[in-house]
Nanobody, 119 residues
Framework: QVHLEESGGGSVQAGGSLKLSCEVS??????MGWFRQAPGKERELVSS???????TYADSVKGRFTISRDNAKNTLYLQMNSLKTDDAAVYYC???????????????WGQGTQVTVSS
């Protein structure tokens, strides 16, 4: 069974940066990504990276967030710059992303890490 463990969340002022990490218990040959969910809002796919290194970003984070994957370390990263208060949410590492009814889903989830952005 594959386990995902996030780290790197925390509190930051608007305009600041955070880097999230997701350690994977073993290599998995499928796409990975980061979702987030803020209180009262639906979960959204922030960014994904496929096995072939094809990367997607939500429009709201393009130019500010960077996803990367180090297969040698079995670790997924999300560098978040120029953070906005709207970026505050619980961020979830995910693996084996698929689409169901047009909505992104994942087979494997981490426990989530809180990102708080103050104005």
């Amino acid at each position: 069974q594959v386990h995902l463990e996030e780290s790197g969340g925390g509190s930051v002022q608007a305009g600041g940066s955070l880097k999230l990490s997701c350690e994977v218990s073993r290599y998995i040959n499928c796409g990975m990504g980061w979702f987030r969910q803020a209180p009262g809002k639906e979960r959204e796919l922030v960014s994904s990276i496929s096995v072939d290194a094809i990367i997607t970003y939500a429009d709201s984070v393009k130019g500010r967030f960077t996803i990367s994957r180090d297969n040698a370390k079995n670790t997924l990263y999300l560098q978040m710059n120029s953070l906005k208060t709207d970026d505050a949410a619980v961020y979830y590492c995910s693996a084996c992303i698929y689409y169901s009814g047009g909505r992104p889903q994942a087979t494997i989830w981490g426990q989530g890490t809180q990102v708080t952005v103050s104005s």
